[in-house]
Protein backbone atom coordinates (compact mmCIF):
# COMPACT_ATOMS: atom_id res chain seq x y z
CA UNK A 1 0.00 0.00 0.00
CA UNK A 2 1.65 3.25 -1.32
CA UNK A 3 -0.38 5.86 0.22
CA UNK A 4 -0.66 6.14 3.55
CA UNK A 5 -3.66 3.94 5.50
CA UNK A 6 -5.83 6.36 7.62
CA UNK A 7 -5.92 4.80 11.39
CA UNK A 8 -9.00 6.46 13.17
CA UNK A 9 -8.07 6.09 16.85
CA UNK A 10 -10.06 8.56 18.24
CA UNK A 11 -10.57 7.54 21.98
CA UNK A 12 -6.97 6.70 22.43
CA UNK A 13 -5.54 9.40 21.58
CA UNK A 14 -7.57 11.08 24.41
CA UNK A 15 -6.93 8.99 27.11
CA UNK A 16 -3.98 6.81 29.44
CA UNK A 17 -6.37 4.15 30.33
CA UNK A 18 -4.49 1.11 29.12
CA UNK A 19 -7.43 -1.60 28.57
CA UNK A 20 -6.88 -4.38 26.03
CA UNK A 21 -8.75 -2.04 23.28
CA UNK A 22 -6.45 1.10 23.49
CA UNK A 23 -3.31 -1.87 24.03
CA UNK A 24 -4.02 -2.57 20.78
CA UNK A 25 -5.04 0.28 19.31
CA UNK A 26 -1.70 1.78 20.49
CA UNK A 27 0.48 -1.43 18.95
CA UNK A 28 -0.59 -0.36 15.64
CA UNK A 29 0.08 3.04 15.90
CA UNK A 30 3.03 2.29 16.54
CA UNK A 31 3.97 -1.13 14.35
CA UNK A 32 2.52 0.69 11.31
CA UNK A 33 4.94 3.66 11.62
CA UNK A 34 4.93 6.44 8.66
CA UNK A 35 2.90 3.75 6.85
CA UNK A 36 0.04 5.16 8.63
CA UNK A 37 -1.45 8.54 9.34
CA UNK A 38 -3.62 8.27 12.42
CA UNK A 39 -6.65 10.45 12.96
CA UNK A 40 -9.66 11.29 15.25
CA UNK A 41 -12.77 12.54 14.93
CA UNK A 42 -13.19 16.40 16.11
CA UNK A 43 -16.70 16.25 17.21
CA UNK A 44 -15.76 20.02 18.30
CA UNK A 45 -14.41 21.38 15.04
CA UNK A 46 -17.18 19.11 13.64
CA UNK A 47 -14.14 16.87 11.12
CA UNK A 48 -12.13 14.37 10.94
CA UNK A 49 -8.43 15.25 11.08
CA UNK A 50 -4.64 14.22 11.83
CA UNK A 51 -3.44 13.85 15.45
CA UNK A 52 -1.63 16.49 16.97
CA UNK A 53 1.10 16.41 19.18
CA UNK A 54 -0.66 16.41 22.65
CA UNK A 55 -2.57 13.45 21.04
CA UNK A 56 0.23 11.48 19.77
CA UNK A 57 1.96 11.87 23.11
CA UNK A 58 -1.09 9.81 24.78
CA UNK A 59 -0.56 7.08 22.40
CA UNK A 60 3.27 7.27 23.26
CA UNK A 61 3.31 7.44 27.02
CA UNK A 62 4.99 4.93 28.92
CA UNK A 63 4.11 6.09 32.59
CA UNK A 64 1.63 4.80 34.82
CA UNK A 65 -1.54 4.29 33.28
CA UNK A 66 -4.75 6.21 34.33
CA UNK A 67 -7.21 5.37 36.59
CA UNK A 68 -10.36 7.34 33.84
CA UNK A 69 -11.44 5.12 30.90
CA UNK A 70 -12.83 8.10 29.08
CA UNK A 71 -11.90 10.10 26.46
CA UNK A 72 -10.60 13.64 27.70
CA UNK A 73 -10.12 16.74 25.70
CA UNK A 74 -8.28 20.13 27.05
CA UNK A 75 -10.47 22.89 27.23
CA UNK A 76 -8.39 25.05 24.88
CA UNK A 77 -9.00 22.31 22.64
CA UNK A 78 -12.78 22.19 22.52
CA UNK A 79 -13.08 26.26 22.10
CA UNK A 80 -10.34 26.72 19.74
CA UNK A 81 -12.56 23.92 17.63
CA UNK A 82 -16.06 25.37 18.67
CA UNK A 83 -14.55 28.67 16.88
CA UNK A 84 -12.93 26.93 13.92
CA UNK A 85 -16.53 25.88 13.02
CA UNK A 86 -18.55 28.78 13.69
CA UNK A 87 -15.50 30.26 11.15
CA UNK A 88 -16.20 27.39 8.61
CA UNK A 89 -19.35 28.05 6.20
CA UNK A 90 -21.61 24.73 6.17
CA UNK A 91 -19.54 23.50 9.07
CA UNK A 92 -22.34 22.70 11.21
CA UNK A 93 -24.14 20.84 8.59
CA UNK A 94 -21.70 18.27 7.93
CA UNK A 95 -18.71 16.27 9.66
CA UNK A 96 -16.13 16.74 6.91
CA UNK A 97 -13.38 14.27 6.05
CA UNK A 98 -9.98 14.99 6.19
CA UNK A 99 -8.36 16.40 2.76
CA UNK A 100 -5.64 13.71 2.57
CA UNK A 101 -8.79 10.94 3.13
CA UNK A 102 -9.42 11.23 -0.86
CA UNK A 103 -5.76 9.94 -1.13
CA UNK A 104 -5.66 7.51 1.38
CA UNK A 105 -4.69 3.88 0.79
CA UNK A 106 -7.01 2.43 2.83
CA UNK A 107 -9.12 3.29 6.09
CA UNK A 108 -8.29 1.13 9.16
CA UNK A 109 -10.41 1.14 12.69
CA UNK A 110 -9.20 -0.94 15.90
CA UNK A 111 -11.74 1.05 18.25
CA UNK A 112 -14.95 0.07 19.37
CA UNK A 113 -16.21 3.61 17.85
CA UNK A 114 -18.92 6.12 19.88
CA UNK A 115 -22.29 7.34 18.49
CA UNK A 116 -21.14 10.84 17.68
CA UNK A 117 -17.76 8.43 15.50
CA UNK A 118 -20.62 6.32 14.41
CA UNK A 119 -22.56 9.47 13.36
CA UNK A 120 -19.02 11.06 11.54
CA UNK A 121 -18.41 7.58 9.69
CA UNK A 122 -20.30 7.25 6.56
CA UNK A 123 -18.84 11.10 5.30
CA UNK A 124 -15.24 9.09 6.04
CA UNK A 125 -15.80 6.34 4.50
CA UNK A 126 -17.70 7.61 1.26
CA UNK A 127 -14.32 9.99 0.84
CA UNK A 128 -11.75 7.35 1.08
CA UNK A 129 -11.40 5.04 -2.18
CA UNK A 130 -11.19 1.87 -0.24
CA UNK A 131 -10.22 -0.53 0.85
CA UNK A 132 -11.98 0.21 4.37
CA UNK A 133 -11.79 -2.84 7.75
CA UNK A 134 -12.80 -2.57 11.54
CA UNK A 135 -11.21 -4.87 14.13
CA UNK A 136 -13.81 -6.49 15.86
CA UNK A 137 -12.55 -7.76 19.30
CA UNK A 138 -15.36 -9.79 21.28
CA UNK A 139 -19.06 -10.26 21.96
CA UNK A 140 -18.93 -9.85 25.46
CA UNK A 141 -21.69 -7.03 25.72
CA UNK A 142 -24.13 -9.27 24.02
CA UNK A 143 -23.56 -13.02 25.84
CA UNK A 144 -23.34 -11.19 29.91
CA UNK A 145 -25.11 -8.14 29.74
CA UNK A 146 -24.93 -8.65 33.41
CA UNK A 147 -21.60 -8.11 34.11
CA UNK A 148 -21.30 -5.75 31.39
CA UNK A 149 -21.64 -1.37 32.20
CA UNK A 150 -24.97 -0.43 30.57
CA UNK A 151 -24.50 2.19 27.93
CA UNK A 152 -21.71 -0.47 26.69
CA UNK A 153 -24.72 -2.92 26.70
CA UNK A 154 -27.68 0.00 25.14
CA UNK A 155 -25.14 0.94 22.35
CA UNK A 156 -24.03 -2.50 21.29
CA UNK A 157 -26.72 -3.72 18.94
CA UNK A 158 -26.44 -0.39 16.78
CA UNK A 159 -22.39 -0.81 16.96
CA UNK A 160 -22.69 -4.37 15.09
CA UNK A 161 -25.17 -3.11 12.35
CA UNK A 162 -22.67 -0.35 11.74
CA UNK A 163 -19.96 -2.34 11.34
CA UNK A 164 -21.87 -3.50 8.02
CA UNK A 165 -20.65 -0.35 6.50
CA UNK A 166 -16.83 -1.71 5.78
CA UNK A 167 -15.62 -3.67 3.16
CA UNK A 168 -14.05 -6.42 5.84
CA UNK A 169 -13.95 -7.31 9.45
CA UNK A 170 -10.87 -8.74 11.34
CA UNK A 171 -11.81 -10.55 14.26
CA UNK A 172 -9.47 -11.24 16.64
CA UNK A 173 -10.10 -14.99 17.14
CA UNK A 174 -12.64 -17.76 15.53
CA UNK A 175 -14.96 -17.24 18.50
CA UNK A 176 -15.78 -13.24 18.03
CA UNK A 177 -15.81 -13.98 14.38
CA UNK A 178 -18.24 -16.77 15.09
CA UNK A 179 -20.21 -14.16 17.58
CA UNK A 180 -20.55 -11.52 14.80
CA UNK A 181 -21.85 -14.19 12.07
CA UNK A 182 -24.06 -15.46 14.41
CA UNK A 183 -25.22 -12.23 15.37
CA UNK A 184 -25.73 -11.24 11.63
CA UNK A 185 -27.58 -14.22 10.80
CA UNK A 186 -29.89 -13.68 13.74
CA UNK A 187 -30.51 -10.43 12.62
CA UNK A 188 -31.45 -11.75 8.66
CA UNK A 189 -28.45 -9.81 7.13
CA UNK A 190 -27.21 -12.05 4.29
CA UNK A 191 -25.05 -9.27 2.40
CA UNK A 192 -22.04 -9.01 5.21
CA UNK A 193 -18.71 -7.87 4.74
CA UNK A 194 -16.16 -10.93 4.58
CA UNK A 195 -15.00 -11.46 8.33
CA UNK A 196 -11.31 -12.82 8.43
CA UNK A 197 -9.56 -14.16 11.82
CA UNK A 198 -6.35 -12.25 12.28
CA UNK A 199 -4.82 -13.17 15.71
CA UNK A 200 -3.43 -10.11 17.71
CA UNK A 201 0.14 -10.60 18.37
CA UNK A 202 2.45 -9.45 21.43
CA UNK A 203 6.28 -8.03 22.50
CA UNK A 204 7.19 -10.33 24.79
CA UNK A 205 10.83 -9.08 25.85
CA UNK A 206 13.51 -11.73 27.63
CA UNK A 207 12.57 -11.57 31.18
CA UNK A 208 15.30 -12.13 33.50
CA UNK A 209 11.94 -13.75 35.77
CA UNK A 210 11.22 -16.47 33.37
CA UNK A 211 13.63 -18.84 35.48
CA UNK A 212 12.11 -17.76 38.71
CA UNK A 213 10.93 -20.17 41.32
CA UNK A 214 10.39 -19.48 45.08
CA UNK A 215 12.67 -20.40 47.49
CA UNK A 216 11.29 -22.35 51.00
CA UNK A 217 11.68 -19.47 52.75
CA UNK A 218 9.76 -17.43 50.68
CA UNK A 219 5.62 -16.59 50.16
CA UNK A 220 4.95 -17.99 46.37
CA UNK A 221 3.44 -14.78 44.73
CA UNK A 222 0.40 -15.05 41.82
CA UNK A 223 -0.41 -12.95 39.81
CA UNK A 224 -3.18 -12.10 37.90
CA UNK A 225 -3.09 -8.86 35.60
CA UNK A 226 -6.48 -7.69 34.52
CA UNK A 227 -9.25 -4.97 35.02
CA UNK A 228 -11.47 -5.56 37.86
CA UNK A 229 -15.00 -5.91 35.73
CA UNK A 230 -18.13 -8.10 36.22
CA UNK A 231 -16.90 -10.84 33.26
CA UNK A 232 -13.17 -10.30 34.83
CA UNK A 233 -14.80 -12.75 37.34
CA UNK A 234 -12.51 -11.62 40.25
CA UNK A 235 -15.00 -12.26 43.14
CA UNK A 236 -14.65 -16.60 42.18
CA UNK A 237 -10.89 -15.56 42.34
CA UNK A 238 -11.06 -14.15 45.72
CA UNK A 239 -13.26 -16.57 47.17
CA UNK A 240 -10.94 -19.52 45.39
CA UNK A 241 -8.19 -17.54 47.47
CA UNK A 242 -9.91 -17.06 50.78
CA UNK A 243 -10.68 -21.34 50.54
CA UNK A 244 -7.05 -21.79 50.23
CA UNK A 245 -6.07 -19.03 52.87
CA UNK A 246 -8.51 -20.38 55.56
CA UNK A 247 -6.97 -24.31 55.20
CA UNK A 248 -3.61 -22.42 55.81
CA UNK A 249 -1.47 -22.45 52.05
CA UNK A 250 0.87 -19.97 52.50
CA UNK A 251 0.80 -17.48 49.06
CA UNK A 252 0.18 -14.35 47.86
CA UNK A 253 -2.42 -12.78 45.66
CA UNK A 254 -1.56 -10.11 43.43
CA UNK A 255 -3.86 -8.18 41.50
CA UNK A 256 -3.34 -5.26 38.95
CA UNK A 257 -5.51 -3.37 36.76
CA UNK A 258 -7.98 -0.67 36.47
CA UNK A 259 -11.28 -1.29 38.44
CA UNK A 260 -14.06 -0.33 36.79
CA UNK A 261 -16.48 1.75 38.83
CA UNK A 262 -20.00 -0.06 38.14
CA UNK A 263 -18.77 -3.99 37.30
CA UNK A 264 -15.52 -3.92 39.04
CA UNK A 265 -17.30 -2.39 42.71
CA UNK A 266 -17.63 -5.85 44.16
CA UNK A 267 -14.66 -7.20 43.97
CA UNK A 268 -12.71 -4.07 44.90
CA UNK A 269 -15.05 -3.84 48.41
CA UNK A 270 -13.91 -7.87 48.22
CA UNK A 271 -10.07 -7.31 48.19
CA UNK A 272 -10.52 -4.44 50.65
CA UNK A 273 -12.47 -7.04 53.04
CA UNK A 274 -9.96 -9.56 52.78
CA UNK A 275 -7.37 -7.05 53.24
CA UNK A 276 -8.83 -6.10 56.26
CA UNK A 277 -8.73 -9.50 57.99
CA UNK A 278 -4.72 -9.91 57.14
CA UNK A 279 -4.80 -11.92 54.10
CA UNK A 280 -1.41 -11.69 51.78
CA UNK A 281 -3.84 -9.89 49.23
CA UNK A 282 -2.27 -7.23 46.76
CA UNK A 283 -4.07 -4.74 44.53
CA UNK A 284 -1.82 -2.18 42.76
CA UNK A 285 -4.29 -1.17 40.28
CA UNK A 286 -2.95 0.07 36.77
CA UNK A 287 0.77 0.36 36.87
CA UNK A 288 3.80 1.07 34.53
CA UNK A 289 5.39 -1.37 32.18
CA UNK A 290 8.38 -1.53 34.46
CA UNK A 291 6.40 -2.17 37.16
CA UNK A 292 4.06 -5.16 35.69
CA UNK A 293 7.67 -6.27 34.47
CA UNK A 294 8.96 -6.58 37.49
CA UNK A 295 5.75 -8.38 38.62
CA UNK A 296 5.66 -11.05 35.89
CA UNK A 297 9.54 -11.38 37.03
CA UNK A 298 8.24 -12.27 40.66
CA UNK A 299 5.62 -14.50 40.26
CA UNK A 300 5.36 -18.27 40.10
CA UNK A 301 2.59 -18.32 37.58
CA UNK A 302 -0.43 -16.04 36.56
CA UNK A 303 -4.08 -16.99 36.95
CA UNK A 304 -7.04 -15.05 34.69
CA UNK A 305 -10.15 -16.18 35.68
CA UNK A 306 -11.88 -14.16 33.08
CA UNK A 307 -15.25 -15.84 31.88
CA UNK A 308 -15.34 -14.50 28.12
CA UNK A 309 -12.84 -12.65 26.22
CA UNK A 310 -12.39 -11.63 22.36
CA UNK A 311 -8.64 -12.78 23.15
CA UNK A 312 -7.08 -12.39 26.19
CA UNK A 313 -3.77 -10.84 25.68
CA UNK A 314 -2.53 -11.37 29.50
CA UNK A 315 -2.56 -14.87 28.62
CA UNK A 316 0.15 -15.02 26.13
CA UNK A 317 1.61 -12.44 28.03
CA UNK A 318 1.67 -14.52 30.86
CA UNK A 319 3.24 -17.44 28.39
CA UNK A 320 6.23 -15.46 26.56
CA UNK A 321 7.62 -14.52 30.18
CA UNK A 322 7.92 -18.35 30.76
CA UNK A 323 4.86 -18.13 33.56
CA UNK A 324 2.17 -20.56 32.97
CA UNK A 325 -1.39 -19.42 33.37
CA UNK A 326 -4.73 -20.73 34.85
CA UNK A 327 -7.64 -19.87 32.88
CA UNK A 328 -11.03 -21.12 30.77
CA UNK A 329 -10.88 -23.34 28.45
CA UNK A 330 -13.86 -21.99 26.71
CA UNK A 331 -13.64 -19.41 23.95
CA UNK A 332 -11.22 -17.18 23.19
CA UNK A 333 -9.14 -18.00 26.16
CA UNK A 334 -9.13 -21.99 24.90
CA UNK A 335 -7.57 -21.03 21.79
CA UNK A 336 -4.68 -18.66 23.41
CA UNK A 337 -4.51 -21.97 26.13
CA UNK A 338 -4.16 -24.99 23.60
CA UNK A 339 -0.51 -24.44 22.49
CA UNK A 340 0.68 -25.59 25.83
CA UNK A 341 1.17 -24.23 29.49
CA UNK A 342 -1.85 -23.18 30.92
CA UNK A 343 -3.92 -25.37 33.23
CA UNK A 344 -7.24 -24.80 31.09
CA UNK A 345 -10.39 -25.09 33.07
CA UNK A 346 -13.80 -26.37 31.84
CA UNK A 347 -15.22 -23.97 34.48
CA UNK A 348 -13.52 -20.78 36.29
CA UNK A 349 -15.76 -20.84 39.74
CA UNK A 350 -14.43 -20.71 42.70
CA UNK A 351 -14.06 -24.74 43.61
CA UNK A 352 -12.54 -25.26 40.46
CA UNK A 353 -9.78 -22.35 40.63
CA UNK A 354 -9.18 -23.11 44.05
CA UNK A 355 -8.29 -26.94 43.01
CA UNK A 356 -6.12 -25.81 40.11
CA UNK A 357 -4.51 -23.15 42.39
CA UNK A 358 -3.72 -25.52 44.99
CA UNK A 359 -2.39 -28.17 42.51
CA UNK A 360 -0.11 -25.67 41.28
CA UNK A 361 0.98 -24.58 44.48
CA UNK A 362 1.66 -28.11 46.11
CA UNK A 363 3.16 -29.69 43.01
CA UNK A 364 6.51 -27.74 41.85
CA UNK A 365 7.43 -30.78 39.34
CA UNK A 366 4.09 -29.80 37.54
CA UNK A 367 4.58 -26.15 37.59
CA UNK A 368 7.61 -26.52 36.01
CA UNK A 369 6.62 -28.85 33.10
CA UNK A 370 4.40 -26.04 32.37
CA UNK A 371 7.05 -23.73 32.70
CA UNK A 372 8.82 -25.40 29.97
CA UNK A 373 6.10 -25.63 27.77
CA UNK A 374 5.43 -22.08 27.73
CA UNK A 375 8.82 -21.19 27.21
CA UNK A 376 9.03 -23.51 24.06
CA UNK A 377 5.96 -21.67 22.39
CA UNK A 378 6.48 -18.83 19.71
CA UNK A 379 4.22 -16.15 19.59
CA UNK A 380 3.33 -13.44 16.67
CA UNK A 381 4.43 -10.36 17.33
CA UNK A 382 2.92 -6.88 17.04
CA UNK A 383 4.81 -5.86 13.82
CA UNK A 384 3.66 -9.31 12.54
CA UNK A 385 -0.25 -8.33 12.98
CA UNK A 386 0.10 -4.83 12.01
CA UNK A 387 1.64 -6.82 8.61
CA UNK A 388 -0.76 -9.17 8.72
CA UNK A 389 -3.72 -7.12 9.24
CA UNK A 390 -2.72 -4.34 6.29
CA UNK A 391 -1.56 -7.27 3.96
CA UNK A 392 -4.96 -8.90 4.02
CA UNK A 393 -6.53 -4.92 3.81
CA UNK A 394 -5.07 -4.62 0.35
CA UNK A 395 -6.87 -7.48 -0.98
CA UNK A 396 -10.47 -6.27 0.27
CA UNK A 397 -12.94 -5.30 -3.01
CA UNK A 398 -15.02 -2.02 -2.41
CA UNK A 399 -18.20 -3.18 -1.17
CA UNK A 400 -21.52 -1.14 -1.29
CA UNK A 401 -22.21 0.55 1.86
CA UNK A 402 -25.30 -1.03 3.90
Known sequence: ????LLLDL????HTLARTGIQRVARSLHAALGP?????CHDSYEGTWRELEEWEKANLTATGAASSHRGARWPLGVKLRGHLRRCLTPGAALVTRPPSLAREAGGLLVPEVFSPAVAAALPALLAAVPGPRAAVFHDAIALKFPELTPGKTVARFPAYLRELLQFDGIA??????????????RWLGVSDVPPVEVIPLGIDPPAPAGAKFAPSP????VILSVGSLEGRKNHLALLDACERLWAAGTKFELRLIGLAHPQTGRAALDRVRALQATGRMLRYDGPVDDATLEAAYAGCVFTVYPS??????????????????CICSARGALGESAHGGGCVALASVDAASLAAALARLLATPTVWAAL????????FKTTESYAHELTAWLETLPRRRSA
Do not use: C, N
Open 371 to 378: AVAARSRT
Open 307 to 324: LMEGFGLPVLESLARGKP
Open 171 to 184: AISEDSRQSLLEYW
Open 10 to 13: SHTS
Open 35 to 39: RAVSI
Open 1 to 4: MTAP
Open 217 to 220: LQLP
